[in-house]
């Protein structure tokens, strides 16, 4: 496939999460992803996409900014807000700490990224602004592809 | 998403269905709230074989009804988890505290 980007502008609303999950997906479908490798991407998108809306502007208006990138077999998104920033970068990142345990969060959404794709890059300013870039890299199963992508279509339509 | 709910003699059985995400959350917590608040049996199982869809949130969301759970002594166990949903629940490390079970 030809090298393909996108950027969005959304409103920093809980209703957009599954929205921007959704069409980063479908956006990579292109590129032949297994549906693990889909569900692991729109997990990491919401988790970004939630921690802007959370975090970033408390819950009031505010954009959050989503670009990907496919380049080869080479994904990569980045979520911005141009919110109130994290204060430290390397604490947020630890598994299980969160700013919010009476809201029940779990402090688990950088850790998810981490995990689910190929790296993780968090660049944050206070009163700036928070950028996650996230990568990943999709393997090559010729044979299967075709048919994970239609039964993805498939969960998808059913779903 | 849907939430609804089952006896099976001593267990109160809920069954998730759908997406689970911060936009569900609120839905999500004040759901099994109501069902667990008003449930008579010992043990509750979660399970969510037809959850599409869960990011972290949804560990936030569980481990708050544990907690009150664990307070009526009344213990939490987790069915169903296929996917990224079954890998978010695993690296919380929740199966320690809310075992796995076959549903």
Same mark, same amino acid.
């Given at each position: 496939m030809k090298d393909n980007e996108f950027v969005l502008t959304l409103k920093a %609303?809980?209703?957009n999460e599954s929205f921007a999950r959704t069409v980063v997906a479908?956006?990579? %479908?292109?590129?032949k992803p297994t549906l693990e490798e889909l569900s692991d991407i729109k997990t990491a998108v919401s988790e970004a996409v939630t921690n802007a809306i959370v975090h970033a502007y408390d819950g009031a208006d505010g954009k959050i900014k989503i670009k990907c990138k496919i380049s080869k077999n080479k994904l990569t998104i980045e979520v911005s807000d141009f919110g109130k920033g994290i204060e430290d970068v390397e604490k947020a990142k630890e598994p299980f700490y969160t700013t919010r345990p009476e809201e029940e969060r779990s402090g688990m959404g950088f850790t998810v990224m981490e995990s689910f794709m190929d790296s993780l890059e968090i660049t944050s300013k206070l009163g700036v602004g928070t950028k996650v870039k996230m990568t990943k890299t999709f393997g090559v199963v010729e044979p299967k592809e075709n048919f994970e992508r239609e039964e993805y279509a498939i969960a998808r339509r059913n779903g | 998403m849907q939430i609804f709910s089952k006896v099976n003699n001593d267990y109160l059985v809920v069954f998730l269905v759908g997406e689970l995400d911060h936009y569900a959350s609120d839905f999500a917590r004040s759901k099994l709230d109501?069902?667990?608040d008003r449930s008579t049996q010992s043990k509750i199982i979660v399970d969510v074989s037809g959850l599409e869809?869960?990011?972290?949130?949804g560990i936030g969301v569980l481990l708050g009804r544990f907690n009150k759970m664990k307070a009526l002594k009344k213990p939490m166990f987790i069915a169903g988890a296929k996917g990224?949903?079954?890998?978010?629940?695993?690296?919380?490390?929740?199966y320690k505290i809310m075992p796995k079970i076959a549903g």
């Open positions: %609303l809980g209703e479908a956006f990579c %479908l292109e590129a | 109501a069902l667990l869809f869960m990011d972290s949130t990224s949903v079954d890998k978010v629940f695993t690296m919380s490390g929740i």
